[in-house]
């Protein structure tokens, strides 16, 4: 079964500096997908970035990039130039797919808090 | 806005009722997926359909059902509903093609027990 664990309940970052959130998986799939959402506390589910364990280059989105270590199975969400509005909670999930089975695994989440 | 419509946006009901939450996927989207976010639980999948037909299911209780239909709207139906039954309760779409995607979540359906 798939398993993803954020160790990071709450963090806590000054505005302007860059922070990363940790996500750590456990799949025996050879194809999965790694994705990160945000949820604001207003509670819908944005979503951020994807990775595909077939990615040889880690993917970005703006000032989103995901650092992809495939031996450690690791898929940190790196946020460059904190805002304010990037406080909320960040959740880290694996595609599991099996003929077109395509469901989400979550982690349990961080809640991020930027610091004016 | 992801595209995806959910109604109600809230819900308040009793013990042992029956409530339906609806889903209207984004234009174009095949696959429609139901996830329950609840403080102890956190955000689980319940059940996926792909253009009308069952697909994957988790863990979805018996006194859970849901059905997507030929305009491929979809609905949630939760009968004999428990306190425990409160939740947020999320739709997604997405366009199945075996290959890189996204889900993209409506806004949520919070239901409350009373």
């Known amino acids: 079964a798939q398993k993803i664990t954020q160790t990071q309940p709450g963090m806590f970052v000054q505005e302007k500096e860059a922070v990363t959130l940790d996500c750590t998986y456990d799949?025996?799939?050879?194809?999965?997908?790694l994705f990160w959402y945000k949820q604001p506390s207003s509670g819908e589910m944005i979503f951020l970035i994807y990775?595909?364990?077939?990615?040889?280059q880690n993917a970005t989105e703006g000032r989103y990039s995901l650092n992809f270590q495939k031996a450690r199975k690791s898929a940190n969400l790196v946020i460059s130039a904190s805002q304010l509005g990037d406080s909320a909670m960040y959740f880290c999930?694996?595609?599991?797919?099996?003929?077109?089975?395509?469901?989400?695994?979550f982690g349990t989440g961080t809640r991020l808090t930027i610091i004016p | 806005d992801s595209g995806v419509t959910q109604t109600p946006k809230h819900l308040i009901t009793a013990t042992g009722q029956r409530v339906t939450l609806r889903c209207s996927p984004r234009?174009?989207?095949?696959?429609v997926y139901w996830y329950q976010q609840s403080l102890d639980q956190g955000l689980q999948f319940l059940i996926q359909?792909?253009?009308?037909?069952?697909?994957a299911k988790g863990n979805i209780l018996e006194r859970f059902s849901a059905q997507q239909f030929p305009d491929l709207h979809s609905e949630l139906n939760l009968s004999s509903l428990e306190l425990g039954d409160s939740a947020l309760y999320f739709c997604?779409?997405?366009?199945?093609?075996?290959?890189?995607?996204?889900?993209?979540f409506g806004p949520g359906t919070r239901l409350t027990v009373t």
């Open positions: 997604a779409s997405s366009v199945y093609s075996g290959e890189a995607y996204e889900q993209y």
């Open positions: 359909y792909y253009n009308g037909e069952e697909r």
């Open positions: 799949t025996s799939d050879q194809s999965y997908g």
């Open positions: 999930a694996m595609r599991e797919s099996n003929f077109g089975n395509e469901k989400l695994t």
């Open positions: 990775q595909g364990s077939y990615d040889e």
């Open positions: 234009s174009g989207d095949l696959s």
